[in-house]
């Protein structure tokens, strides 16, 4: 009997402990050694394969994305720090308050998030659910959508490059994620609306 | 070998850019750009959504060139930029190729070509294109890109045996389309669903 395609991948690859019965087998087996050479074939073909070009003319187009995001980010960043210096105001006023309820108010609960994430999933399913056809649209629809998608990309974005887990690190987490469902609630009522007009 | 391993790139231009110098920061993009698109190319399976992937990549690439710190090589953190924005793409609900990554199933079955090669393009670059998109990811950055299979399971929110399993079934078909070419047998229409 010969190895399998899974045992002759194992073979070639230095991340799997080696199956020395498999290995035995190819030793002696001109059938297996032929299938192990044409995959290691393939996976050089495919590094040999040859670079290709970019197409043209992009470069002016991501410098003035960039130059939209970066102002975006510079509005959220505001924010940021609108918030952060309420949390440490809000911090450094709760010995004198004398509620320790108090600060607990401030920093969002991981409940809070768990919720919020939650939600933001429940609207990808929705959304997923409404199958928009993008075939069907008016420019000015089309636009708004796009915004919109651009809007959860730069969240997306900003919440798989967070760092730490302090408690600003939560607030923005928090915060990100509630912009998430606000553009996710926005997107889906677009889309509502937009199959509502097909007739779906 | 990856592409990226082999770009060089000045350090001056390097800080320059992340100074703000535009033409710096261009010139970073002409360096790295054929490499990146070629990766997102063979990502996406399609120039469209490679453009896209790319303009996508290096805007964020400007946005957060001032992160960059030399740990690693610059090609290196570029490449994951533009991988992420690939995987971040196919995990999108709003986008029009929104498919669930395929479960390997239990039984010995193998991916199919999703879509027919072009007539005239029947090389192994158009039947790689033709995979399904997570045995794209699967196979060129395992076979192309050096990524372990623990890297590529975490990526694609899988198990590495996930990866294993998948880059063998790839492989194989491709295999199986390479002896159908060698036998003169037309690369055929062969339906996803």
Redesign the interface.
Known sequence: MHTNIEQLIRLRDPDTPPDSMAAAHVAQCAVCQQHLAELAGLGDELRALPGLEPPPGLWPDIVRRADQMQRRQGTQKRFAWALAASVVIGVSIAPWVGDATQQAAITPSRAETSALIRQSHALDQALHALAPDYRVMRARTANTIADLEDGVAAVDYELSSLGSEDRQGAQWRNELWRQRVDLMRSLYTVQYIQARYRGD | ?S?FSDIQIAAEIVSRAQAGD?RA??SL?RTF??????LL??LSGG?DLA?DL???T???V???LGNYRNEAPLGYWIRRIAV?QAM?YFR???H?K?QALPEVPDHESFPKLVSTPQPDLTD??SA?ACLDHAARTV??LH??EGY???EIGTLLGKS?SYS??R???A??T??KW?EDQDGHRPCIQISNS
């Open positions: 070998m592409a535009t920061q261009e993009y750009a054929p490499a990146t698109y070629t190319r063979r120039p453009r790319l303009q996508n290096f805007v964020a400007l946005l957060n992420n971040m999108s609900p709003w029009r929104r192994l670059a790689f196979v060129w076979e192309v372990t299979h623990s590495a294993k399993t880059l063998a079934r492989l194989e491709l295999r390479r």
